[in-house]
């Protein structure tokens, strides 16, 4: 089943869409715990999957790009291992509703919360590791992170959209963009954001989507990005 195909709302629909099945499932089961909610809970994995993340991540960058030195190999894998990117992919498999969190935290909003997603992520692949080994957690993080590698352009700004599109009008000595969220759709767990970036001094209305505020406006940013080049500026 690909990727973010359908959600689920049990270890075993999580299972489905990893396309990964635990021989421990108490494994799992403490990956999706939090401290909140008990003893035990998934801290210890998150650190060994951190480290399993970024082996994994370092080799399929070493072999994509076999002739790109040290410290560019270095600037994509943190593009890839951070909490945004995790967060993304925690929301695409809808992560969140199968997470095991508090009454309190949950009640704040723990399920979307992207420290919160990011970490259990990398618990998971740490639980993967240690009821398959490294090769089921590689075959996993490869699934997972196929279109993330696929869109790296190693010749391409290693910044964010909203980052670029503020040096670029910093540069010409032009007011801020603006940032407004239109609306926010879907169920608590699996909402997605519609932000706005407005340019007043080059006439730009940009909106972009995503599943949380910070996500919609880099993808309301990168559209205003392509506007302005559309116009040649």
């Known amino acids: 089943m690909p990727v973010g195909a359908m959600p689920f709302a049990s270890p075993a629909r999580l ?11 108490p494994l799992l089961t403490m990956a999706l715990t939090h401290r909140s909610f008990g003893v035990p809970h998934y801290e210890r994995l998150e650190f060994l999957g951190d480290g399993v993340l970024d082996c994994v991540i370092a080799a399929l960058l070493y072999h994509r790009f076999p002739h790109l030195p ?30 095991r969190l508090g009454e ?11 420290s919160i997603l990011a970490d259990v992520l990398e618990a998971i692949l740490g639980a993967i590791y ?25 010749g391409q700004s290693m910044k964010d959209a909203k980052t670029r599109l503020q040096e670029w009008l910093q540069g010409r000595r032009q007011a801020l963009p603006k940032y407004v969220l239109l609306e926010t759709t879907g169920a608590a767990h699996t909402q997605t954001f519609h932000a706005l970036c407005q340019i007043d001094s080059q006439g730009i209305r940009a909106e972009g989507v995503g599943g949380s ?11 205003a990005l392509r506007l302005l080049e559309g116009k040649g500026a």
């Open 70 to 99: 040290e410290g560019d190999l270095s600037r994509l894998r943190a593009r890839l291992v951070c909490q945004d990117t995790l967060c993304r992919l925690a929301q695409e498999i809808h992560l969140g509703v199968a997470l």
């Open 213 to 223: 505020r910070r996500l919609a406006e880099q993808s309301a940013a990168a559209n």
């Open 130 to 154: 240690l009821d398959g080994g490294f090769q089921a957690a590689t075959a996993v993080i490869e699934r997972l992170f196929a279109a993330q590698i696929a869109a790296l352009h190693p």
């Open 104 to 114: 309190g935290e949950m009640k704040s909003g723990g399920d979307q919360r992207p």
């Open 15 to 25: 299972e489905e869409v990893l396309d990964y099945h635990f021989a421990d499932k």
